[in-house]
């Protein structure tokens, strides 16, 4: 097994790593890892959507957005919900006309994983600057890189791969620093029953539609005039006064032939 040892992170050990080199490891350990991490701070993104259900065929539904879109969700699992006074619904136990809001939570923090690898042991062979053996306290030997500019610390003095000898016990450690980022969804669902429709008053007949019957045609009459208060004088009497003079005319010429035959008759009988 190798291990790369940084220069750039051990070269603060001299002034201030004496706490680090303090750290006892147990006497079976050959190469001690200590993971930690640090944690920014969380930036949080609400997103909210809102609909309403129009339509539903098993698991497939059809929602009406806020903007006035459709938008259809096939296959939708039966393990969705939506939380409708306190209490789950899926997608069998919805109604059209339900109203639903969506809320999408995502959550993004930045983190660094710093990983500190601590390696003591005595020198058993060193072939500077490339590599050196190391007798492990648990007394087996291992070989290690050395990566350049890499620092040793010995009985408290920081020395280079040069001044390694055999016999020294040394001690030296790898600091790496790995930034992440951290992404986390939550979604709520929330909705809304449709109202049920009101209930007829007891008092008050249920009536039926049925569909209206055509009207009649309506009838054009001619419009009366109003009679008028007095008739107009269109002739004058003297036509009048002719028709009688005619009928009196007839009646005397029907008397004297009814006379000449009575007369007649009469005297051809003596």
């Given at each position: 097994m190798?291990?790369?040892?940084?220069?750039?992170?051990?070269?603060g050990?001299?002034?201030?790593?004496?706490?680090c080199?303090?750290?006892?490891?147990?006497?079976?350990?050959?190469?001690?890892t200590?993971?930690?991490?640090?944690?920014?701070?969380?930036?949080?993104?609400?997103?909210?959507?809102?609909?309403e259900?129009v339509?539903?065929?098993?698991?497939?539904?059809?929602?009406k957005?806020?903007d006035?879109?459709?938008?259809?969700?096939?296959?939708?699992?039966d393990?969705?919900?939506?939380?409708?006074?306190?209490?789950?619904?899926?997608i069998?136990?919805?109604?059209?006309?339900?109203?639903?809001?969506?809320?999408?939570?995502?959550?993004?923090?930045?983190?660094?994983?710093t990983?500190?690898?601590?390696?003591?042991?005595?020198?058993?062979?060193?072939?500077?600057?490339?590599s050196?053996?190391l007798?492990?306290?648990?007394?087996?030997?291992?070989?290690?890189?050395?990566p350049?500019?890499?620092?040793?610390?010995?009985?408290?003095?920081?020395?280079d791969?040069?001044?390694?000898?055999?016999?020294?016990?040394?001690?030296?450690?790898?600091?790496?620093?790995?930034p992440?980022?951290?992404v986390?969804?939550?979604?709520?669902?929330?909705?809304?029953?449709?109202?049920?429709?009101?209930?007829?008053?007891a008092?008050?007949?249920?009536?039926?539609?049925?569909?209206?019957?055509?009207?009649p045609?309506?009838?054009?009459?001619a419009?009366?005039?109003?009679?008028?208060?007095?008739?107009?004088?269109?002739?004058?009497?003297?036509?009048l006064?002719?028709?009688?003079?005619a009928?009196?005319?007839?009646?005397?010429?029907?008397g004297?032939?009814?006379?000449?035959t009575?007369?007649l008759?009469?005297?051809?009988?003596?």
């Amino acid at each position: 097994m190798s291990i790369r040892f940084s220069a750039k992170l051990l070269s603060g050990l001299l002034g201030g790593s004496v706490a680090c080199l303090a750290l006892s490891l147990s006497a079976a350990a050959q190469v001690q890892t200590q993971k930690t991490e640090a944690h920014g701070p969380t930036a949080k993104e609400v997103k909210v959507e809102r609909g309403e259900i129009v339509y539903i065929n098993g698991n497939n539904v059809v929602i009406k957005m806020q903007d006035g879109s459709l938008r259809h969700f096939d296959n939708v699992p039966d393990s969705t919900t939506v939380m409708v006074d306190g209490k789950p619904v899926n997608i069998h136990t919805a109604k059209v006309g339900m109203k639903i809001e969506k809320q999408t939570i995502v959550s993004t923090t930045p983190k660094v994983i710093t990983t500190v690898e601590t390696v003591t042991g005595t020198v058993w062979h060193v072939s500077p600057p490339i590599s050196v053996i190391l007798t492990l306290e648990n007394g087996t030997n291992q070989s290690f890189k050395i990566p350049k500019g890499q620092k040793f610390m010995v009985n408290g003095q920081e020395k280079d791969a040069f001044g390694l000898k055999k016999g020294m016990k040394i001690q030296a450690q790898r600091v790496t620093e790995v930034p992440e980022t951290v992404v986390a969804q939550e979604v709520k669902r929330t909705g809304k029953m449709p109202p049920p429709p009101p209930e007829p008053k007891a008092d008050i007949p249920i009536l039926v539609a049925t569909a209206p019957a055509a009207a009649p045609a309506p009838v054009e009459t001619a419009a009366t005039e109003p009679a008028p208060k007095k008739l107009p004088k269109t002739a004058s009497d003297f036509p009048l006064i002719g028709v009688l003079g005619a009928l009196l005319c007839a009646a005397s010429l029907i008397g004297m032939a009814i006379r000449k035959t009575t007369a007649l008759f009469f005297g051809a009988k003596a």
